[in-house]
């Protein structure tokens, strides 16, 4: 789906004609520019508009169909008796920034961030670290209080769903929190006072784009050349790693040797599309940059979202849960099943490393059930499942 075609879906339109006639542009048939900024519109959430002399914000609130209240939550600055005469502001348009259906791929996310911050003022955004391939890591912070989690999906290419759930997750507790509402039976007001919430939504962007079919064409060659060293693993759909052939979730400073004996001994020695660890520990810069920001943050509880299976990882290598009773109420609340990772991969993860470094809690969350990479179509599904575990690890203890 090309971003016109995802812009026309989200304005209720079929066709470019069908869009200009209905808003009085110039009927071209074509996506020029007049067109294109209307279209981008829709793409992000919101227009621009600049108050006219005696207008008021229920004027403009009324004229598209927002309120008042959805005004001044996504706009920063406004003078305290509302925006002056020539201000421009934002103000938001009636469909969600995160669809069901958004064709997602790494550019995507600033598009997210564009429309979130036009509907929350509050959200603070910036990028966490630029990977071989020239993409960024976006962290997101949102929330004063004095627990602190940190979410983190996406850290392997093919399970990319992950991070786009992520991002649905996120932008209903925007919507509960501008609303002054309920985040799952719970105040958003008071979850978000009582936690500052920290995301790092997708943490492998050079491999998402590749397994979503966005990556240039001498990333595609290079990899290729890698895969053939696992010609068992499916290309590019199984590809799990980074750009430069490294699996991102065994690279991480805890029993990483251990790691790279076990794969290893299953003739995984080279980068490749799954399974190598990395020369050294963090030696990729999405590993590093995650492991700096966890180091300033220091959060109470961090959670990695991963696919598929349908379980929860809460206990550390000794089997001690730091927080069972959490733990118990995301399993109870989701139909997920606590467990334990597999011996072969219970070394050299995000989480592992988490939880040796803190002694925290920390749970990795196999969202689904299927194939990876599973399919969009069952993103409502796992929305239903994550959205009570988003919330409890808000809401914590």
Not at 80 to 102: H, K, S, T, Y
Not at 227 to 244: E, I, L, M, Y
Not at 321 to 330: G, I, K, N
Request: charged share 20%.
């Amino acid at each position: 789906m090309r971003w016109t075609d995802f812009a026309l879906d989200k304005a209720g339109a079929k066709t470019i004609a069908e869009f200009q006639s209905h808003y009085g542009l110039p009927e071209t048939g074509e996506a020029d520019l007049i067109t294109s900024r209307a279209l981008w519109d829709y793409l992000v959430g919101y227009r621009c508009h600049r108050m006219a002399p005696r207008e008021t914000l229920y004027q403009v609130a009324q004229a598209y169909g927002t309120t008042i209240q959805a005004i001044w939550a996504g706009n920063c600055g406004l003078p305290p008796g509302g925006p002056v005469p020539g201000q421009l502001i934002r103000v938001p348009i009636d469909c969600p920034v995160v669809p069901w259906n958004a064709p997602f791929e790494s550019a995507m996310e600033e598009v997210f961030l564009e429309g979130l911050h036009a509907r929350c003022r509050w959200i603070s955004s910036a990028p966490l670290a630029t990977t071989a391939g020239g993409r960024r890591l976006w962290v997101i912070r949102l929330g004063t209080g004095g627990r602190r989690v940190l979410l983190t999906a996406g850290h392997h290419g093919n399970e990319w769903i992950t991070s786009l759930l992520l991002w649905r997750l996120l932008e209903d507790y925007v919507t509960a929190l501008r609303e002054e509402g309920q985040f799952y039976g719970m105040p958003a007001r008071s979850l978000f006072r009582r936690t500052t919430l920290c995301l790092v939504p997708l943490v492998n962007p050079d491999g998402a784009d590749l397994v979503l079919g966005r990556a240039s064409a001498a990333e595609v060659a290079r990899a290729r050349v890698l895969a053939a060293s696992q010609p068992q693993v499916p290309f590019p759909r199984g590809w799990k790693a980074n750009g430069a052939g490294v699996d991102l979730n065994l690279n991480y400073p805890a029993r990483w040797e251990q790691a790279r004996e076990i794969k290893a001994a299953a003739g995984v020695t080279a980068p490749g599309p799954r399974d190598y660890p990395g020369a050294e520990p963090l030696d990729q810069p999405e590993t590093r940059a995650l492991y700096d920001l966890t180091r300033r943050f220091a959060p109470h509880t961090v959670a990695a979202w991963h696919a598929q299976g349908g379980e929860i990882y809460a206990a550390d290598p000794e089997g001690m849960v730091p927080d069972s009773a959490l733990a118990e109420r995301l399993a109870a609340a989701s139909g997920y099943h606590l467990t334990s990772p597999p011996p072969e991969s219970a070394n050299g993860g995000y989480r592992d490393w988490f939880m040796a470094e803190y002694r925290r809690p920390g749970f990795t969350i196999e969202a689904g059930r299927g194939e990876n990479p599973l399919p969009q179509r069952d993103l409502p599904a796992l929305y239903e499942e994550n959205l009570p575990i988003f919330a409890q690890l808000l809401a914590g203890g």
